[in-house]
């Protein structure tokens, strides 16, 4: 399939000072991302919780792609250039197209191959090309890859662990210096301060959660609401969602939606938590 990708935008980021700056303020290690590869990386606030959640991709040495759901615009771009002013690093939105291909290849002016063999494919100047699939396939394959997402409603509520961001490609490093909310994300890790983890589900219903909304979890006698759903798309009858819960759950723990009841299936990680 070929799906445009058009609820992304690439903030272009260039300058002589642009990897020190990026180095300062994400998740990523900077230096152990070579140039033409891409990973997931966030940028928290203070308290370390997630501001904003990206693909960065290192186009030359000092020049980097972010490439962004459009939804967490302005405020992700402005809390990326709040100390700028002090960097020689510049910050634009690139209007370009983006194209997510499965199962084919495609030529383009940047390709990047991820995990599990889909490619993100850049193409600076448009390109007429036959897309046959639908935003809810791409979706739905991040979903089953056990890649996050962020929105407006969830900006700035979860520790970069709860989204699973450690087990993720290179999106944190415990290794790099100082950036920001590093003591809280290190905190989590060394100390235990996380206890919520991403959770991926199925069911086969034409209910779909809000985003923001809750899940029902079974305590044998009643169910209760909880945890917190972060993406959900559904498919002619398919749901597929993710939601941040507790990570200390029985991995037997049954959990349902609270709109019609509809149970839901665990679908397994492609790593581990």
């Given at each position: 399939m070929?799906i445009e990708?058009?609820?992304y935008?690439?903030?272009?980021?260039?300058g002589?000072?642009?990897?020190?700056?990026?180095?300062g303020?994400l998740t990523?290690d900077?230096?152990?991302?070579?140039?033409?590869?891409s990973?997931?990386?966030a940028?928290?606030?203070?308290?370390?919780?997630?501001?904003?959640?990206?693909?960065?991709?290192?186009?030359?040495?000092?020049?980097?792609?972010?490439?962004?759901?459009?939804?967490?615009?302005?405020?992700?771009?402005?809390a990326?250039?709040?100390?700028?002013?002090f960097?020689?690093?510049s910050f634009?939105?690139?209007?370009?197209?983006?194209?997510?291909?499965?199962?084919?290849?495609?030529?383009?002016?940047?390709?990047?191959?991820?995990?599990d063999?889909?490619?993100?494919?850049i193409?600076?100047?448009?390109?007429?090309?036959?897309?046959?699939?639908?935003?809810?396939h791409?979706?739905?394959?991040?979903?089953?890859?056990?890649?996050?997402?962020?929105?407006t409603?969830?900006?700035?509520?979860?520790?970069?662990?709860?989204?699973?961001?450690?087990?993720?490609?290179?999106?944190?490093?415990?290794?790099?210096?100082?950036?920001?909310?590093?003591?809280m994300?290190?905190r989590a890790k060394y100390?235990?301060?996380?206890?919520r983890?991403?959770?991926?589900?199925?069911?086969?219903t034409?209910?779909?959660?809000?985003?923001?909304?809750?899940?029902?979890?079974?305590?044998g006698?009643?169910w209760?609401?909880?945890?917190v759903?972060?993406?959900?798309?559904?498919?002619?009858g398919?749901?597929?969602?993710?939601?941040?819960?507790?990570?200390?759950?029985d991995?037997?723990?049954?959990?349902?939606?609270?709109?019609?009841?509809?149970?839901?299936?665990?679908?397994p990680?492609p790593?581990?938590?």
């Amino acid at each position: 399939m070929l799906i445009e990708l058009s609820h992304y935008i690439i903030i272009d980021i260039q300058g002589e000072d642009s990897r020190k700056y990026l180095q300062g303020q994400l998740t990523c290690d900077i230096e152990q991302l070579a140039i033409g590869n891409s990973t997931l990386t966030a940028h928290c606030d203070p308290k370390g919780k997630v501001q904003s959640l990206f693909r960065l991709v290192a186009v030359a040495e000092q020049h980097f792609y972010a490439i962004i759901d459009r939804c967490l615009l302005p405020s992700a771009l402005e809390a990326l250039k709040k100390y700028a002013v002090f960097s020689k690093v510049s910050f634009q939105l690139l209007e370009t197209q983006i194209i997510g291909v499965i199962g084919q290849s495609l030529q383009a002016d940047y390709v990047l191959t991820l995990a599990d063999q889909r490619q993100l494919a850049i193409n600076l100047s448009p390109q007429t090309i036959a897309f046959d699939g639908q935003l809810a396939h791409w979706q739905i394959a991040d979903i089953q890859a056990g890649l996050p997402s962020l929105t407006t409603q969830t900006q700035l509520e979860f520790l970069p662990q709860a989204l699973n961001l450690q087990a993720i490609e290179q999106a944190i490093s415990f290794q790099k210096g100082c950036y920001i909310g590093q003591e809280m994300v290190a905190r989590a890790k060394y100390r235990g301060a996380n206890k919520r983890a991403m959770l991926s589900f199925y069911a086969q219903t034409q209910a779909c959660p809000a985003i923001g909304s809750e899940l029902e979890m079974d305590l044998g006698e009643s169910w209760r609401a909880t945890g917190v759903v972060i993406s959900a798309v559904n498919f002619a009858g398919d749901l597929y969602l993710q939601a941040v819960l507790n990570n200390q759950l029985d991995p037997e723990t049954a959990f349902r939606l609270p709109q019609d009841h509809s149970p839901l299936t665990r679908l397994p990680l492609p790593y581990e938590i």
